[in-house]
Nanobody, 125 residues
């Protein structure tokens, strides 16, 4: 079971990027999917999550700018990032929650038990 995140890169402030996270090894349509990020010298923080039932949650710092979506037919989750700011610079990780058919959507990293390798996003000012 693997998650492969890609789509990061260098972008100017105000620009956009779309991150993708492809899952393999099992289907993920019954599992929540989350995005987290870690900036240099900081801990891993929640960015966005989308439950199996399409309930979404966003960190206050990205609300209105980022959108999480999923395509279950492709076992892929996306993070559309618009109006990027230098403070969005970080390594972005996707993750899936081990439990199935859960109620609500979790923002806690510890409930996500399968993680991708991360993709670097750098926003220049």
């Amino acid at each position: 079971v693997q998650l492969q995140a890609y789509g990061g890169g260098l972008v100017q402030a105000g620009g956009s990027l779309r991150l993708s996270c492809a899952a393999s090894g099992r289907t993920f349509d019954s599992h929540d999917m989350g995005w987290f990020r870690q900036a240099p010298g900081k801990g891993r923080e929640f960015v966005a999550a989308l439950s199996w039932s399409r309930t979404s949650s966003y960190a206050d710092s990205v609300k209105g700018r980022f959108t999480v979506s999923r395509d279950n037919a492709k076992d892929t989750v996306y993070l559309q990032m618009n109006s990027l700011k230098p403070e969005d610079t970080a390594v972005y990780y996707c993750a899936t929650r081990g439990a199935q058919w859960t109620t609500g959507v979790s923002t806690t990293p510890s409930v996500y038990n399968i993680w991708g390798q991360g993709t670097q996003v750098t926003v220049s000012s």
